[in-house]
């Protein structure tokens, strides 16, 4: 009850701040950004001691994939600010004249920032970069999952950042459930499906509009034989998305690999040689890879490989660590189809190794399952390439590569379908916190009688060839040389 | 009342199913589809435009000139428009990438969202059902249209030429009241977009999150005027008239709700108003043939109901006449209603205008941010710096000045309010995209393969990371070289 009535208050005080129209001018804006900047660049190793403590992130991991991301994402959004700001205008059409009109991005007011575990420091400054730009008051609600992330955005951000405007809140699910019986301008989530509907529900209460960002089981296609040449590289940057990057616990991991039979073995020899080299030879060895996040998710990784018939179709790995809460790459050859690890989302380090017999075949495949966040296809293949992007739905699709696409701010990120609405990443962070707001500015002169009432035949066709555009009959009509028809 | 079979969940479901496997067969994604099919809408309006006049006439007594203004030109233009631009939306954007990903090309790529649900409204039952088709056809969906039961006249003639014209493997009309919305409502869609009021739009919205489906939702809301003294009065007062009276009776989203202005210059306004009133509609304005009728004896109650509140009775200044038989009212001028009687706490959505005084125009932006925000927001003035202020100050779906109601013609523009009065936008392009998923595609090589990203990890890997990602182009090179820099990363080795 107290707990509801201080954070009734402590969202009165940000709604108070906002009116004040603090937030809404350019120099607060950047003086914010410039402060998390800051904040990235003196903190930079509490940052990685967090993420070290939350999910054993090595510092190159760490930095490749938070620090580094968020960083480049405020050093993008300082650059941009003033362009974003700045009304665009829109094209009018003659019979409006004289008139101006333009799209003025107005601050949503105040908005809501749930973020996930896995990527706990980038995850919550993402967003928080584009609600500051937009101008935005703001509460972070860091996942309680990850405790040493969240204790370390809450007591630092007020050190750096405007206390009267933006707020860290901190708590387990009971917080999340009040935070959102509260009125919010804008909600945005990073999350699962299923909390990603209790949000959207309680957000219809209020008529907030959400950005969900969520996941999917993302495929990767593997061409075998058109890549042949670059199988090298080609296995390197699928090893290091999959276990490289939190240990297959990211939104954008790859989920399954999608291969033509006849080369599975080789591509299995591949990459057990590579994992081993990359990662370690065993479980007590295993190096250069972040552990599972609690004993909840270590469980239900593990009870995937529990399964006796996935449990057959282990050809690498497969081993764990309880005590250290470390999974071993492990790789499976067509585990069944209706087993929980190839419908349910994987997010850990197990890697399903699916056979079709012709690669073409894949897109039915991905077709027949929810849409992903994010498509992978190696392919050199041009016609196969076209087939994938106009037959396949997913948030992105990437070519021969995998995950690079987060970094790239001139693309939007986000999900479709069960993956997720909305998008965000460089210009989109910043829409995604803005409402674009349409301003007309008219002239008094001339006015057009035809607009007024009572109505006639004239009047009528005045109008009519006003919407067609079609500016010679209307100079006819208006000369008196065009007839138009009798009155009603 | 016709008892017609009902139209259950069953029936949704199996319709739904049949629309994703004529989506899934690609059909409704080519440039060729989506141009016969918007071809095809301007055929069915220009071919049975007296036909819709009459339905219109006969569900609003809507004008012949404002059916043919603002539902069927409005809709033939925003054809036209999709059909000019309709190659150069489809097109894939491209985008530059980042160092970190070089080399490599990028590209947004506009897709169909698959199969989209749009429910529309009353007040303009032919623009607000076909715009948004317009939209869901040009990105390339199949769509199901449910007409407002509302306006049944304008409902049955849809749901007889769509079938007609357009595509019936693709685009269905389901004609019906709450049931056969609830049955819609029901079933998973890729987009569903409203347009409505606030009460029904939450409904739409919780079962929308069922699935993770993603909404527009097109609401109303008291959408403020202010007058300055400063102005052009006789244009400013046919504007507004135009835009309130003129646009369905005040039966519109856009329609000014009220009227705010100095205590001063009210007098003069009020009779400006008058009489370009009864220069518009006559002396008795419940025989004219340019007012829409109020749609039926339900809003006919709910608008006697805030003309007759005990202190809202006294302030009429002109009109006020009504007839239930007919379901006219005319337009009527009140002043000073006290702001928290029900006709300034809800939408008036009629032809009802209260007039709102202030001491300094500057006061009116507290009366209207005390409110919800409205859809649309008007000022007239002359003055540059009150437009500045208006426009930095008051957040609403559009703003508009010295006119009213003209912005959604503007194709350019978005149209779409804000919090209460609605999520996301339409019109033009806006429509285009919002019935599209914005793919992100990047094409790369297997060349320039940065060694770094790779385990094991080590310091000068970390180094040349964090240069990279952050584009600092000496320190990539100092990196390279094994320079050390000044960065604090010294220290650190993983």
Do not use: A, E
């Given at each position: 009850m107290d707990e509801i009535i201080s954070s009734e208050r402590l969202l009165g005080e940000l709604r108070e701040t906002f009116k004040s129209g603090k937030t809404t001018s350019f120099e607060w804006r950047k003086t914010q950004l410039q402060a998390l900047l800051r904040l990235l660049e003196e903190q930079e190793n509490k940052c990685f001691q967090a993420l070290f403590d939350d999910v054993g992130k090595s510092k190159v991991e760490a930095f490749k994939d938070e620090v580094g991301p968020a960083k480049k994402a405020v050093v993008h959004a300082l650059s941009c600010l003033k362009e974003w700001m700045t009304p665009k205008k829109v094209g009018m059409r003659l019979l409006l004249y004289p008139s101006k009109a333009e799209i003025v991005p107005d601050p949503y007011g105040l908005v809501l920032i749930m973020t996930s575990w896995n990527y706990p420091l980038d995850l919550a400054l993402e967003p928080l970069i584009g609600a500051i730009a937009a101008g935005n008051v703001i509460v972070v609600k860091p996942s309680e999952l990850a405790p040493a992330t969240s204790s370390f955005l809450a007591n630092t951000v007020p050190l750096y950042l405007d206390n009267t405007a933006i707020k860290v809140i901190e708590g387990g699910p009971e917080a999340s459930q009040q935070l959102l019986q509260q009125k919010w301008d804008k909600i945005f989530y990073t999350g699962s499906p299923k909390i990603g509907r209790i949000v959207m529900t309680e957000a219809a209460k209020h008529l907030t509009p959400v950005t969900l960002e969520l996941g999917g089981k993302c495929p990767l296609i593997f061409d075998y034989s058109s890549i042949s040449s670059n199988l090298k590289v080609a296995l390197r940057r699928l090893s290091s998305a999959k276990w490289g990057a939190c240990c297959g616990q990211a939104c954008i991991s790859i989920d399954y690999v999608l291969v033509e039979e006849k080369f599975t073995s080789s591509l299995i020899d591949m990459l057990k040689t590579l994992v081993r080299r990359l990662y370690g030879e065993n479980i007590e060895t295993l190096g250069s890879i972040s552990r599972i996040v609690n004993k909840r998710h270590f469980d239900r990784v593990c009870n995937y490989l529990k399964d006796p018939a996935v449990a057959a179709s282990i050809v690498l790995g497969g081993s764990y660590d309880e005590k250290r809460l470390l999974i071993e790459p492990t790789i499976l050859l067509n585990p069944p189809l209706d087993s929980a690890v190839m419908n349910e989302e994987i997010f850990g380090p197990i890697l399903p190794i699916i056979t079709v017999k012709n690669i073409q075949e894949s897109i039915d495949f991905i077709n027949t399952r929810p849409k992903p966040l994010a498509l992978y296809a190696f392919t050199h293949n041009d016609a196969f390439k076209k087939r994938i992007v106009s037959e396949t739905s997913s948030g992105s699709l990437v070519f021969n590569d995998v995950m690079i696409q987060y970094i790239c701010e001139e693309l939007p990120f986000g999900g479709v379908g069960q993956s997720g609405m909305g998008r965000y990443h460089g210009k989109y962070s910043f829409d995604a916190f803005s409402h674009e707001k349409s301003v007309l500015y008219r002239g008094y002169f001339p006015d057009l009688s035809a607009r007024y009432p009572p109505w006639n035949g004239f009047k009528m066709e005045f109008c009519r060839l006003g919407y067609k555009i079609d500016y010679i009959n209307l100079l006819l009509l208006l000369l008196g040389l065009k007839g138009h028809p009798k009155d009603d | 009342m016709e008892v017609t079979t009902a139209f259950g969940n069953e029936d949704a479901a199996a319709m739904v199913a049949e629309l994703r496997r004529n989506f899934a067969s690609g059909k409704t994604r080519s440039y060729e589809w989506r141009v016969t099919q918007l071809k095809k809408i301007v055929k069915m309006v220009e071919e049975r435009e007296s036909e819709i006049v009459d339905a219109l006439r006969s569900d609003l007594n809507k004008p012949a000139f404002e059916s043919v203004v603002y539902e069927i030109s409005m809709l033939k233009s925003s054809c036209k428009v999709a059909l000019k631009e309709l190659k150069q939306w489809m097109k894939p954007q491209k985008v530059k990438t980042t160092i970190v990903a070089f080399p490599s090309s990028a590209e947004i790529v506009a897709e169909p969202l698959g199969v989209v649900l749009v429910i529309s409204a009353w007040n303009y039952p032919i623009l607000l059902s076909l715009d948004p088709v317009v939209g869901a056809i040009a990105a390339g969906n199949a769509v199901v249209l449910k007409p407002s039961e509302i306006a049944p006249a304008t409902s049955s003639l849809l749901a007889k030429y769509v079938k007609e014209y357009l595509d019936n493997s693709a685009v269905r009309v389901v004609e019906g009241a709450v049931p056969e919305t609830s049955a819609l409502l029901e079933q998973k869609w890729d987009k569903i977009f409203y347009t409505g009021n606030g009460r029904v739009a939450r409904v739409v919205m919780s079962a929308a999150a069922k699935y993770l489906t993603p909404v527009v939702l097109e609401l109303g809301g008291k959408s403020p005027v202010i007058v300055d003294p400063d102005v052009n009065l006789k244009i400013s007062v046919r504007r507004i008239i135009a835009g309130k009276w003129g646009c369905n009776n005040g039966q519109a989203c856009i329609s000014p709700d009220y009227i705010v202005t100095t205590k001063e210059f009210a007098p003069k306004l009020v009779d400006t108003l008058k009489r370009e009133l009864e220069r518009f509609y006559?002396?008795?304005?419940?025989?004219?043939?340019?007012l829409s009728r109020i749609v039926n004896s339900n809003h006919f109650d709910r608008l006697e109901r805030l003309l007759d509140e005990d202190k809202v009775a006294g302030k009429i200044v002109h009109g006020g006449q009504r007839d239930k038989a007919q379901l006219k009212i005319a337009p009527t001028l009140l002043r000073?209603?006290?702001?928290?009687s029900l006709m300034m706490t809800e939408e008036i959505f009629g032809p009802l205008l209260p007039i709102i005084t202030v001491d300094k125009l500057e006061d009116s932006y507290e009366i209207i941010m005390s409110r919800a925000k409205p859809l649309a927001a008007y000022l007239f003035t002359n003055r540059k710096d009150m437009k500045n202020q208006f426009v930095k100050t008051v957040s609403a779906g559009g703003l508009v000045i010295n006119d009213s109601a003209i912005h959604l013609t503007v194709h350019g523009l978005p149209f779409g309010g804000v919090e209460e009065s609605g999520t996301g936008s339409y019109h033009g392009k806006f429509s285009f995209d919002a019935f599209s998923h914005k793919k992100a595609v990047l094409y790369r090589s297997f060349m320039g393969d940065a060694f770094v990203r790779y385990p094991p990890y080590t310091h000068g890997k970390m180094r040349l990371l964090g240069a990279l990602i952050c584009e600092n182009i000496l320190g990539i090179f100092q990196a390279l070289m094994g320079w050390s820099s000044n960065s604090s990363l010294k220290d650190k080795t993983a």
């Open positions: - | 006559g002396s008795d304005p419940l025989q004219s043939n340019d000073d209603v006290p702001l928290d």
